[in-house]
């Protein structure tokens, strides 16, 4: 897939399916970008341990010309799942397919809704983020790009699903594209699931940002469980503006290839993130985190609580980095990264920084990387347990800290089976 | 029970356990006592079947079964408890599931159904009153900010539920206070009958006067020295162990 070919797709595009000229500007900046740098390589100290530089040689389609069979028993059983959830959303290949959101939220496609997208600041919602090339493709390629608005007062207890199916069709790129703007005072919690129909190869390139206006509180959890032939690249970028506070949950069971870029910026004073992710790199899996929290301005706090397993030949990579800027005191931040190997082949990669610029903070960081304790499954094994369950005790209490996290019972038991599961394979 | 015979162990080319013979017959109760580094320990985890040593030579024979073939797991199945010295902490597994896991596996390879929450309380109830165990802690990661007595104490639990053919006890009353020391007491005696064998590993008799053994030995340079009656530990406490080595 030379740049070649994607300047073609997008000019092909831009000619026949973007009919507002401002989206097409921001568009086309977009593309530009994307070209200038080509897709990460090693070369890039972000992109260190994982190099897409072979996406060069594989051809994705971006906008494909069949439409989906919605009576297929894969796409019926998700759509039940999805219709079955109090509140729920349904992207397929990057398509709003389903939404039944509580009363006042809203979604508007800004691709194609005028009067929305003339009233927003395009530029600085869309192109401000395009912080590496993936989202630069994302904006410029995404089919729809979904804003959804959590209005003022707006406190919402019950979780809004969002199921993200990729339908598998063969060498297919779906990116979906979702911005999510929480007004002042408002609460939410959102649970989204990446999922892919299909065995065949595919790619799902997914953003998501979060804004959140002054006193505002989000809570997401992301689930990424796509086909293990699945490639899987998707950043979550959240602006946190005063006295708010969003918690971040990403568990990847799923993928192939998987890279997940999460940054919080902390624009405003008493804003907050508290970030919890866990990992099974199973064989062949290659499962990569990269965090970036910035402390933009005093009295803002950050925490990480991560948590990787590589089988196997899985690898896996945390990479995670805080910067407190100049002249921001009183921040704190902890950053706590600990990993398990539990095969002799697998590699984890591992890398906590602190950048700092100001005196009066208080940050902390450690990571580890350990094996199973052989005294702790022989005190098991010497209870009856054999070797195989002892070592998914084991395992399962290593991830449950951050399962534990997570507030619905009923998926963090979901989770605990599915780690069970592919441990026991 | 157990017969073990002419046991050699080392552990990186260092000999431990030396030509060590020793039989404990059904509903026997033996001490073992000796100086540190005699090998005490080691007799218990080998029995167990930890990693890491080396058995160079001899044989162990539970019921007249091969116990040097089987792993930790089938050991412990086939009726082998260690009450460790060193109580591990498993953070994040709590307590009844632990216990509830160690049942479930032996009522498996019995071939019966697991047990379900309701008759697994029932069942642990009655022990836990009796080791002074309160019904919060079994929501508790296992021996996880537990005190030392409270490791004991929840080791004999174990104990009690597993209802083990062979109990080896490694240092279970070291740490405890004398209250905790009669509750612990207690619980082996409520374990002990005619059928049932338990192996004392201890430094003192102070346990051996409340759990009085039928035999004691003396375990020196990975060899018993000397063997008796329960009036050896009392010498043993006046003397010391110099006079036997």
Not at chain 1, 28 to 40: M, S, V
Not at chain 1, 116 to 124: I, T, Y
Not at chain 1, 310 to 330: E, F, H, M
Request: hydrophobic content about 35%; proline content about 3%; some cysteine.
């Amino acid at each position: 897939m030379t740049l070649n070919y994607i300047e073609n797709i997008f000019k092909e595009e831009a000619n026949k399916n973007i009919p507002l000229e401002n989206i097409k500007n921001i568009k086309q900046k977009a593309i530009n970008n994307f070209l200038d740098q080509g897709f990460p390589t090693r070369k890039n100290e972000k992109w260190k341990y994982t190099d897409l530089g072979f996406l060069n040689n594989r051809k994705f389609i971006f906008n494909p010309a069949t439409t989906e069979d919605f009576t297929r028993n894969e796409l019926k059983e998700l759509n039940e799942k999805v219709h079955s959830k109090k509140f729920g959303v349904m992207l397929l290949d990057g398509k709003l397919t389903y939404s039944n959101l509580p009363k006042d939220i809203n979604v508007q496609n800004i691709s194609e809704n005028s009067t929305f997208a003339n009233n927003l600041d395009l530029d600085k919602i869309i192109n401000k983020i395009d912080d590496h090339s993936l989202t630069s493709l994302n904006s410029a390629l995404s089919p729809e790009i979904l804003h959804f608005n959590i209005p003022k007062n707006k406190n919402i207890n019950d979780p809004i699903y969002f199921y993200i199916a990729s339908s598998g069709i063969n060498n297919y790129c779906q990116q979906p594209r979702m911005i999510l703007n929480c007004e002042e005072n408002s609460v939410v919690n959102l649970i989204f699931r990446y999922v892919s129909l299909k065995n065949e190869s595919a790619w799902t390139n997914s953003v998501l940002q979060v804004n959140q206006r002054e006193n505002s509180i989000c809570k997401l959890l992301r689930i990424q469980e796509q086909k293990l032939n699945h490639i899987h690249t998707d950043s979550i970028n959240a602006q946190l503006e005063k006295n708010t506070s969003i918690k971040i949950i990403n568990i990847d069971l799923g993928g192939n290839l998987v890279r997940n870029n999460t940054k919080v910026n902390l624009n405003d004073s008493e804003s907050k993130c508290n970030i919890f992710a866990a990992f099974l790199s199973g064989a062949n899996q290659h499962i990569d985190y990269h965090i970036d929290v910035n402390h933009n301005a005093k009295n803002t706090s950050s925490s990480q609580e991560i948590r990787g397993i590589a089988n196997y030949k899985g690898v896996g990579v945390i990479d995670s980095k805080v910067r407190v800027d100049q002249n921001i005191n009183k921040a704190t931040a902890n950053q706590s990264i600990n990993n398990l190997l539990l095969s002799k082949e697998s590699e984890i990669y591992t890398k906590p920084e602190l950048e700092i610029y100001s005196d009066d903070v208080s940050c902390s960081h450690g990571a580890t990387i350990g094996e199973l304790d052989d005294d702790l499954l022989f005190y098991l094994q010497s209870r009856g347990i054999d070797k195989k369950q002892a070592q998914s005790i084991l395992v399962n209490a290593f991830i449950n800290k951050i399962i534990n996290m997570i507030d619905f019972p009923s998926i963090r038991e979901y989770l605990t089976d599915s780690f069970s599961t592919l441990l026991s394979k | 029970m157990i017969e073990i015979k002419n046991l050699t162990v080392t552990v990186n080319n260092k000999k431990i356990l030396d030509k060590l013979n020793l039989t404990v017959g059904n509903g026997e109760i033996h001490a073992i006592m000796g100086p540190n580094g005699s090998g005490k320990s080691t007799l218990g985890q080998v029995i167990a079947g930890k990693d890491g040593y080396e058995v160079a030579s001899g044989s162990i024979k539970l019921e007249g079964k091969n116990l040097l073939s089987l792993t930790p797991e089938e050991r412990s199945l086939a009726g082998i408890f260690l009450g460790f010295q060193y109580p591990i902490e498993i953070p994040g597994v709590n307590n009844a599931y632990l216990l509830k896991a160690a049942l479930n596996a032996q009522r498996v390879s019995r071939n019966e159904k697991e047990i379900d929450a309701f008759d697994f309380m029932t069942l642990i109830k009655d022990k836990m009153k009796l080791m002074q165990i309160p019904e919060t802690f079994l929501s508790r990661s296992v021996n996880e900010g537990f005190s030392g007595g409270e490791k004991k104490r929840n080791e004999i639990l174990q104990m009690l539920i597993l209802q083990p053919k062979l109990c080896i006890l490694d240092e279970t009353d070291s740490g405890l206070d004398v209250d905790a020391l009669k509750v612990v007491s207690s619980g082996i005696k409520s374990i002990s009958n005619n059928k049932r064998s338990i192996i004392l590993i201890t430094h003192y008799e102070r346990l051996l006067k409340l759990v009085e053994p039928d035999f004691v030995h003396v375990l020196s340079d990975g060899k018993i020295v000397k063997s008796g009656n329960k009036d050896l530990a009392h010498e043993l406490d006046a003397k010391g162990y110099d006079w036997v080595k």
